[in-house]
């Protein structure tokens, strides 16, 4: 037989084997499945940092966002009256708006680390870690980034306190429109400790620079002392927050001058750092005091970050404040790192057709991501943080 006709077998052949490799690459990512993210490694480019003081932004831009419009945020949720949120057992009944019916209570009585949330709206509320919710018994933070579905029963909420001398009736739970600093934001998240997160709004920061405080390795003794001490914030606390309210104390004469300074410069520099893009959105950030590359917050669209960015910045300012100035500054290498994916002990949990929410740690880095399953696979929010112990 001709020679030619095994050539034409053989690449036929070959053409339905690519084929179906490809088709089977698409079942494998088909939405609802257990596919990793659809944003890759590599999908984002590091611009030059923007520097103040102590305190340096790299923008961390994308060619390719994703569609979430589809998502209802804490805020807006609380503002337009979508989302109630109340201590356990603050109410006999609760109207479910969505279906027009009354859900009998089924939980305890009031606890410092749970409330209870309804999502009223037709879609999916996001929920940051680090989020402030003002009212009730206490001032309350959440305490992981996750998606609650559309609809859905009343739901035991995990919480921190961010007000540590009140346990007392009080109004309604209000958006504070506010995230608490990285040092608070990381108790929360990542160590998830109740003790140390009263300790850090108290404190201002986890790393100290201060004589006779404790300090982390890449803090010298050659450093400026904080521009907010722990002793300007105890000053604070007695004069004008005497019930430790994380609002109250960082809202406050003593500190909000010197954040407002921070957060002002920045911005303008932040816009005109990324005034100019083309064919590119803003949709995070690399953050970075004195040389330490500490933290990072990324979203799966340029709106999530243009909505969360404002109240990002000002925990930000706020963490710069309250840490050692010191003088030098990160480089882009060093911020690119808080790129890449890292690699160790994974642990994760989920909601089937909702949600999965994943944390990885890798030497002193720590990575959170939270993934949308519906209507497909999204990474709405990645945070990489170098945790402080």
Same mark, same amino acid.
């Given at each position: !037989?001709?020679? =030619?006709?095994? +050539? ?12 179906? !490799? ?6 494998w ?6 596919a ?9 480019? @590091? ?11 790299? $923008?961390?831009?994308?060619?390719? *966002? ?6 209802l ?11 109630t949120?109340?201590?356990? *057992? ?14 009998? $209570? ?5 606890s ?18 680090? %989020? ?9 933070i ?31 739970f ?7 600093? $990285? =040092? ?15 300790? =850090? ?10 004589a006779?405080?404790? !300090? ?9 002392? $904080? ?13 004008e ?5 994380? +609002? ?16 002002n ?7 005109? &750092? ?5 064919? &590119? ?16 917050d ?26 050692? !100035? ?5 480089s882009?290498?060093?911020a690119?790192?808080? @790129? ?5 002990h ?6 089937p ?5 994943? %944390? ?21 929010h ?8």
């Amino acid at each position: !037989m001709d020679r =030619s006709f095994f +050539s034409h077998i053989s690449s036929a052949f070959l053409g339905i084997s690519a084929l179906g !490799m490809a088709t089977l690459g698409f079942l494998w990512l088909t939405p609802g499945s257990s596919a990793p993210p659809a944003k890759a490694d590599g999908a984002w480019r @590091l611009l030059d940092g923007v520097r103040y003081e102590n305190l340096t932004i790299f $923008p961390v831009v994308s060619s390719g *966002g994703y569609d979430t419009g589809a998502f209802l945020t804490l805020e807006d949720g609380l503002s337009s009256a979508e989302i109630t949120v109340r201590e356990q *057992g603050a109410e006999t009944l609760i109207r479910n708006r969505g279906e027009g019916r009354t859900v009998p $209570p089924v939980y305890n009585g009031p606890s410092v680390n749970q409330l209870v949330l309804i999502n009223h709206s037709k879609r999916p509320l996001l929920l940051l870690a680090g %989020e402030l919710v003002s009212g009730g018994k206490q001032d309350r933070i959440i305490a992981k980034d996750r998606i609650v579905a559309p609809g859905a029963d009343p739901l035991p909420l995990d919480v921190f306190c961010v007000e540590h001398g009140r346990w007392s009736a009080g109004s309604q739970f209000t958006a504070a429109k506010t995230i608490v600093h $990285p =040092s608070v934001r990381e108790n929360a998240a990542v160590k998830q400790k109740q003790s140390e997160v009263w300790a =850090s709004v108290a404190n201002g920061s986890n790393v100290s620079g201060s004589a006779g405080g404790s !300090m982390s390795e890449t803090v010298t003794v050659n450093a400026a002392p $904080p521009v907010v001490s722990s002793a300007d914030i105890s000053r604070t606390m007695a004069a004008e927050a005497p019930t430790q309210s994380y +609002s109250k104390i960082y809202d406050s004469k003593r500190v909000n001058g010197s954040v407002d300074t921070v957060v002002n410069e920045v911005q303008r520099r932040f816009r005109k &750092e990324t005034s100019g893009l083309k064919g &590119e959105e803003v949709v995070g950030v690399v953050v970075a005091y004195g040389g330490e590359v500490a933290w990072s917050d990324i979203f799966a669209s340029s709106e999530l970050f243009d909505h969360y960015w404002t109240k990002l910045l000002r925990s930000y300012a706020v963490e710069a404040v309250a840490r050692p !100035m010191l003088r030098e500054g990160a480089s882009r290498d060093d911020a690119r790192e808080f @790129l890449r994916h890292l690699d160790g002990h994974e642990q994760s949990e989920s909601e089937p057709g909702v949600y999965r929410w994943r %944390e990885t740690s890798e030497g002193q880095l720590s990575q959170i991501e939270l993934d949308a399953l519906q209507p497909k696979v999204i990474t709405l929010h990645r945070l990489v943080v170098r945790r402080t112990s």
